[in-house]
C-alpha cells in the first residue's frame, strides 16, 4: 500500500511538472497588417495586457502602411519614413519583409489583417485574399499554428456607398461592393464577407468589426476613430482587449492596465471586449 502510495506521488509531481512546462513555453505571435493594426502601437498594448498574465505570449509584428495581405507577399520596401513607405514588385527569388519573419520564427499565432474594402468586393475577396491567405499558411512551418483573420470595420461613411477597383480578372474593367444603403447593411456585409473567408480558410475570425459596430451604435459617447477608418488611442486598446481575451480566453475586464486613456472609459471598454 505504502509502495503504490509512493508511486502515485511520483506520477502526480511528474505530471505536474510537465503541466507547468507546457504553461511555461513561449507562444510566439505574429501580427501581418496595415496602419489598422499598428496604429497607436497596439500590439504593444496587448502584450502590456498579456504581461500582466500571461508573459509567455510574445507579440511580434510585421505591418506596412497601405499594404494588403498580397502586398506582403509581392511587394520589396526600397525606402521609408514617417509618412510612409515607397515598394517595387519583387522579383525572381526575392523574399519580402514578411515572408522573412514568417520564417523566424516557429509561429503558435498568426493575425492576419487586410484593409475592410477588399472584403466588400467579392472578386478581391474570393481571389486576392484568399490566395494570400493560402500562401501565408503554406510558408509557416508550424502545422499547429493557429490563423486568426483579424475582422475591420466600417468607420466613418456617407452613404449610399459603392467602391470599385479595378478588376484582376478582366483588363480595363472594374470590380464593385454591392450598392451599400446604411451602416446597418455595412456591417451585416463586412461580417459576412469575414465569415467567408474564415470559414473557406479554417481561420479563426476576430470579433473587432462586431465589437466595434456595438459601441458606435449603443456608446456613440466613446470615439474609437481618429479619422474616417483609423483607431485612435481608445480604439487600438479596445482592438487590444479583444485580442487579449482570444488569446488567453481569460477577462481581460479583470486587469489593471489601461493604456493612455481614461480608467472609466477602459473598464467600459474591458466589458465590452467578452
Not at 511580434?60 to 502586398?71: A, C, H, N
Not at 499565432?109 to 487586410?114: D, K, S
Not at 490563423?147 to 480595363?172: D, H, M, R
Not at 456613440?220 to 483609423?230: A, C, G, K, R
Request: proline fraction near 4%.
Amino acid at each position: 500500500m505504502r509502495h503504490t502510495l509512493i508511486v502515485i506521488l511520483i506520477l502526480c509531481s511528474s505530471f505536474c511538472k510537465s503541466q507547468n512546462l507546457r504553461t511555461g513555453k513561449e507562444t510566439n505571435v505574429l501580427f501581418i497588417g496595415n496602419s489598422l493594426t499598428y496604429f497607436h502601437d497596439m500590439p504593444k498594448m496587448l502584450q502590456a495586457l498579456l504581461n500582466e498574465t500571461d508573459q509567455n505570449f510574445k507579440i511580434y509584428q510585421s505591418t506596412f502602411p497601405g499594404m494588403s495581405l498580397s502586398d506582403h507577399l509581392e511587394h520589396i520596401i526600397v525606402s521609408r519614413n514617417e509618412n510612409g513607405i515607397n515598394v517595387r514588385e519583387k522579383t525572381g527569388s526575392e523574399t519580402t519583409e514578411t515572408e522573412k519573419m514568417i520564417a523566424e520564427r516557429n509561429w503558435d499565432v498568426i493575425i492576419m489583417q487586410t484593409g475592410t474594402v477588399n472584403v466588400l468586393i467579392p472578386e478581391y475577396r474570393d481571389q486576392d485574399i484568399d490566395h494570400a491567405i493560402q500562401t501565408i499558411k503554406k510558408l509557416v512551418s508550424n502545422p499547429a499554428c493557429k490563423f486568426i483573420v483579424f475582422s475591420t470595420w466600417a468607420g466613418k461613411k456617407n452613404y449610399p456607398q459603392e467602391y470599385c477597383y479595378p478588376s484582376k480578372l478582366v483588363p480595363g474593367s472594374t470590380s464593385c461592393s454591392p450598392v451599400i444603403k446604411d451602416p446597418v447593411q455595412h456591417q451585416k456585409l463586412i461580417s459576412e464577407g469575414y465569415s467567408l473567408l474564415a470559414s473557406k480558410n479554417d481561420l479563426i475570425q476576430s470579433k473587432n468589426s462586431e465589437k466595434f459596430y456595438e459601441v458606435m451604435t449603443k456608446y456613440p459617447d466613446i470615439e474609437l476613430l481618429e479619422d474616417d477608418s483609423h483607431p485612435n488611442k481608445t480604439g487600438a486598446f479596445f482592438n487590444a482587449c479583444i485580442f487579449y481575451n482570444l488569446l488567453t480566453n481569460k477577462d481581460v475586464s479583470q486587469l489593471n492596465y489601461s493604456g493612455e486613456i481614461k480608467p472609466e472609459t477602459a473598464n467600459r471598454l474591458k466589458k465590452m471586449a467578452k
